[in-house]
């Protein structure tokens, strides 16, 4: 089972930017759909962004245009840079595979917190 760790959150006022990290414990990335996904209390997790094994990148109508998903298989590691940040982004984010069918798998790291406030 691939092992995958999140890093690179904070606190950050609105408009601001931070990147996002996803460490993964083994190549996966020419293997895998990769996906960012987050949380807040009492919703359920939504995929904002995702990347295929060929580099294709899907982002959700909320964060399109102000969030970037990337990668560098050379360091096993999965990005997201975040601009123009606002709010409704304050968040748990999270990375993980996403299987053919969309879904993605059982297992979840920690998670990295966001919290967008002035």
């Known amino acids: 089972q691939v092992q995958l760790v999140e890093s690179g959150g904070g606190l950050v006022q609105p408009g601001g930017s931070l990147r996002l990290s996803c460490a993964a414990s083994?190549?996966?990335?020419?293997?895998?759909?990769m996906g960012w996904f987050r949380q807040t209390p009492g919703k359920q997790r939504e995929l904002v962004a995702r990347?295929?094994?060929?580099?294709?990148?899907n982002y959700a109508a909320s964060v399109k245009g102000r969030f970037t998903i990337s990668r560098d298989s050379a360091k096993n590691t999965l990005y997201l840079q975040m601009n123009s940040l606002k709010p409704e982004d304050t968040a748990l984010y999270y990375c993980?595979?996403?299987?053919?069918?969309?879904?993605?798998?059982?297992?979840w790291g920690q998670g990295t917190q966001v919290t967008v406030s002035s």
């Open positions: 990347i295929t094994t060929r580099g294709s990148t």
């Open positions: 993980n595979t996403i299987d053919p069918m969309g879904t993605p798998s059982d297992y």
């Open positions: 083994r190549s996966i990335f020419s293997i895998y759909v």
